[in-house]
Nanobody, 123 residues
Framework: QLQLVESGGGLVQAGGSLRLSCAAS????????MGWFRQAPGKEREFVAA????????FYADSVKGRFTISRDNAKNTVYLQMNSLKPEDTAVYCC????????????????WGQGTQVTVSS
C-alpha cells in the first residue's frame, strides 16, 4: 500500500503561483511513476503531468505546458507541482497518483490516489 497526501492548494489570483506537494508513505516511493490529475466541477478528471520513477521522463498536458513543472524528491518521498501563470480555468481539485508501470497519461493505470487539494484561481 502507498498512502498519498496532497497539500499546498488555495485561492490565488490569475497570474499567480502555487506549489503543490504530495507526500507518500508506505511502500518504496521511488518504485512508482507519479502523476498529477485535476477535476473541475462538472468535468471529468484529466491528466496534468507525470514523472517517471527516476525523474528522467516528464510529460505535461498541452494546457499546462510551459506554466507547470512537476518534480520529485525520492529521498523525501514527495512529488511537487509548481504552477505559475495560473488561469481561472486551472481551478479544480488536484490529486496526485502513483502507478507501478510507465503509462504516465492513462489515469486508469494508476493504483493509488490522494484525496486531493483544491486550487481556485480568481479572475
Amino acid at each position: 500500500q502507498l498512502q498519498l497526501v496532497e497539500s499546498g492548494g488555495g485561492l490565488v489570483q490569475a497570474g499567480g503561483s502555487l506549489r503543490l506537494s504530495c507526500a507518500a508513505s508506505g511502500r518504496a516511493f521511488s518504485s512508482y511513476t507519479m502523476g498529477w490529475f485535476r477535476q473541475a466541477p462538472g468535468k471529468e478528471r484529466e491528466f496534468v503531468a507525470a514523472i517517471s520513477m527516476s525523474g528522467g521522463r516528464i510529460f505535461y498536458a498541452d494546457s499546462v505546458k510551459g506554466r507547470f513543472t512537476i518534480s520529485r524528491d525520492n529521498a523525501k518521498n514527495t512529488v511537487y507541482l509548481q504552477m505559475n501563470s495560473l488561469k481561472p480555468e486551472d481551478t479544480a481539485v488536484y490529486c496526485c497518483a502513483a502507478e507501478a508501470g510507465s503509462y504516465y497519461l492513462d489515469l486508469t493505470k494508476y493504483d493509488y490516489w490522494g484525496q486531493g487539494t483544491q486550487v481556485t484561481v480568481s479572475s
